[in-house]
């Protein structure tokens, strides 16, 4: 018995061990089979966020479905007054034109169209000044079938925006995108409009760049600058991000043939928002104004007075009891910062001192005759007849 007992123990211990190993080492025994583990979002992984869902590369039905109903359609129609025919007084060719059904000193009637994004829902519209720039009367096409006459609210032709009103029910507004100006260059936006006329059209493009200046097509530029196909009719419609908040107005575009070719403008929201409000309250833009002619300061010119490629803005003028008048600025300085920001380009600059409010003291950072100075200045109010100067 003691020997069957002692026989028995190695037995067992092989058997344990060979249930151990092939604890271990499942695939000892049989094929090998390849796993393979597949994380899917909302299960193991974390999940993307709702506003996230359907978008992308997939579909940006989403962002039209907020944004379009408060992209609307404008109709303009203007009254040409003719020139009068040299003949139509003379008795004697008088009865040429009286066979005539159509009297050839009657004004002609010119229509137009263009886009406009309703920002709030009592009906403030905003759209491009050279949409509704002259019209005798202004007709809004909603995208629900609706209609109504908008009366101009104020113009504000330095940034090429207007503001019109209607008065319906139950408006659409659009979403205004609070980050604008935190666009870089690659984002993905969505241009929505009327162009040519055939009914409200998505284009889809990205952010080109960003400030966008002296382009010549208003004072004060700071454009989105667009691959996004924007055509004519385009203009005044929005320009909305990948969730369908509004960056930008659709103002202009660089073209050889009259067509999109990729280069489009857009005014960023924020200014926009800045200039209704502005008309609304105040029935005119408020803007900084420091009273000077101003020369930039080229490399040719910074070398010519041995300044070393300095940047700045060569004070070339000043308005008679201005407000740099008045602090002391002199023609010849040369202004190389304002409140501590660097003067890099003119046309920023000029934005920068037109975004201050009459009343705000700036400092000035200037050299004079190679001597570095500081003046406190006193910001004005910029005259609305002002030629487009700081």
Do not use: C
């Amino acid at each position: 018995m003691r020997r069957l007992t002692f026989l028995m123990w190695p037995i067992v211990v092989g058997i344990l061990a060979a249930v151990i190993l092939l604890q271990l080492f499942p695939h000892a025994l049989g094929p090998q089979v390849t796993r393979v583990e597949v994380i899917e979002s909302g299960l193991q992984g974390p999940s993307l966020p709702p506003t996230h869902s359907g978008m992308g590369p997939v579909s940006y039905a989403d962002a039209v479905d907020r944004a379009a109903p408060a992209v609307v359609n404008i109709y303009t129609r203007t009254l040409v007054p003719q020139a009068e025919h040299p003949l139509y007084n003379d008795p004697f060719f008088r009865k040429f034109f009286d066979g005539n059904s159509e009297d050839p000193n009657q004004a002609r009637i010119e229509s137009s169209l263009g886009s406009g994004v309703i920002l709030t829902t009592e009906g403030y519209i905003v759209t491009n000044n050279h949409v509704i720039e002259g019209a005798d009367s202004i007709i809004v096409a909603l995208t629900d079938g609706r209609e109504a006459v908008a009366t101009v609210v104020g113009t504000d032709p330095d940034t090429d925006l207007a503001v019109l009103k209607i008065s319906l029910d139950r408006l659409p507004s659009i979403t205004l995108n609070r980050d604008s100006q935190q666009l870089r260059v690659g984002d993905v936006v969505l241009a929505i409009g009327n162009p040519f006329g055939v009914g409200q059209t998505v284009t889809m493009g990205i952010v080109s760049a960003t400030q966008r200046n002296s382009l010549g097509l208003s004072t004060y530029e700071d454009f989105i600058q667009t691959d996004a196909a924007i055509n004519p009719g385009n203009s005044g419609g929005a320009l909305v991000d990948a969730f369908g908040q509004l960056i930008g107005i659709n103002t202009a575009i660089f073209s050889k043939s009259g067509g999109s070719q990729g280069i489009g403008f857009a005014i960023p929201s924020k200014l926009a928002l800045d200039v209704m409000r502005d008309l609304i309250r105040h029935g005119r833009v408020i803007r900084g104004w420091l009273g000077i002619e101003i020369q930039p300061m080229t490399p040719q010119l910074s070398q010519s007075l041995g300044l070393n490629n300095l940047q700045g803005l060569l004070v070339a003028g000043l308005y008679r009891n201005s407000p740099a008048h008045i602090a002391g600025l002199q023609p010849g300085d040369i202004i190389i910062a304002i409140n501590g920001a660097p003067i890099t380009n003119t046309q920023l600059s000029k934005n920068q001192i037109a975004r201050y409010m009459p009343g705000d003291q700036v400092q000035v950072d200037l050299l004079r005759n190679g001597r570095r100075l500081s003046l406190n200045v006193n910001i004005g109010e910029r005259p609305p007849s002002q030629a487009p100067q700081s």
